[in-house]
């Protein structure tokens, strides 16, 4: 706009040629010479002072009459009003293709509270990736020798909508996905290992209005044929973390879980050997964020492992009673970008 409004301003100058950058006084003296073929006498000045004049006052009333439309436009964009013509979306900053990269190791692999590694460290990895409010996923771990397995392949899958409430509730984030665990290599052929597992949970930051940077939430986790074929699993799990404020490039974050895992005997899912159904699993610690680099300090523990010590020997998922008591597990992990 402002190079077409140069230009009309520039013709409409045109009729009066150089006399209109001249005072009035300069253009009575010289009008012979600006454009009027000669003519000097009173009625050709009267005239040219005419429209010079004229012209002065329609280029004033265009630019006041320009000054204020722009004005009136700019009030109607703050009244969210829009010129399609020139209006240009904000880019969603929420679809963006994201990406990510783990490595950790660790002390001990936990489960839902039972060691998958006999108690040995291992070392696991991650590939991430999302668009929005989609995400998916491959995560792996090494596996004890006893296992049946040499690792673990889980694939995943899902979205993650979130809810502003604008209260004192703050956000939603809800979790809905599903999960495939998969142990290539394994000797299943009497019962497979592979199985699905669907999930839908939520977290937020409730509490925070109490306890500033506190977050917790739920999720609700569903198999229909668990882990060798031994039915429908349910397993509910319950979360909370207290993020602080970074000192000296760390950040800790204290957090802990709750969880609870219901089976059905009837179709094979036996804890311990000795018709348990169903067990609680819980664990709390420490975690110190220094970049991307985090190290966790955690414990463990299960209500199964003193009944699985009892005689004789149990043959369920708790077979060995060392594998499912309390522990100390130490995981440091690294995340790209």
Known sequence: ????????????????????????????????????????????????????????KLISLCGAAGIALIALSGAALADGYEYEGKAMAAPDEG??????????????????????????????????????????????????????????????????????????????????????????????????????????????????????????GTTVYYSPDNFGETGGVWTVESAYAWEGHEIRGITPTIGGVFGAVYGDLSEGYNVNGFGEDKYYYWNAGLALAVGNITFDFRYWDTDIGTIAAAPPAPVGFCADAGLCDERFVFTVSVSVP
């Open 1 to 56: 706009m402002a190079g077409r409004t140069h230009s009309w301003r520039e013709t409409q100058r045109q009729p009066v040629g150089a006399c209109a950058e001249q005072s009035n006084q300069a253009f009575l003296v010289q009008s012979r010479d600006c454009g009027r073929g000669g003519s000097a006498n009173l009625a050709d000045l009267t005239r040219d002072i005419f429209e010079m004049t004229g012209s002065r």
């Open 95 to 216: 679809r963006k293709f994201t990406y990510s990269f783990g490595l950790a190791g660790t002390s001990d692999y936990v489960f839902r509270g039972i060691s998958q590694t006999d108690n040995d460290p291992t070392i696991q990895g991650s590939i991430d990736i999302g668009y929005g409010m989609f995400y998916a996923g491959v995560w792996g771990s090494g596996l004890g020798a006893g296992f049946g397995a040499n690792a673990e392949y889980d694939w995943y899958a899902g979205i993650k909508p979130s809810w502003d409430t604008h209260t004192f509730l703050g956000k939603v984030d809800f979790d809905l996905g599903v999960i495939y665990y998969t142990y290539p290599g394994a000797a299943d052929a009497g019962a497979e290992f592979d199985y699905v597992e669907f999930k839908a949970g939520y977290s937020s930051s409730f509490w925070s209005f109490l306890i500033p940077g506190v977050t917790s």
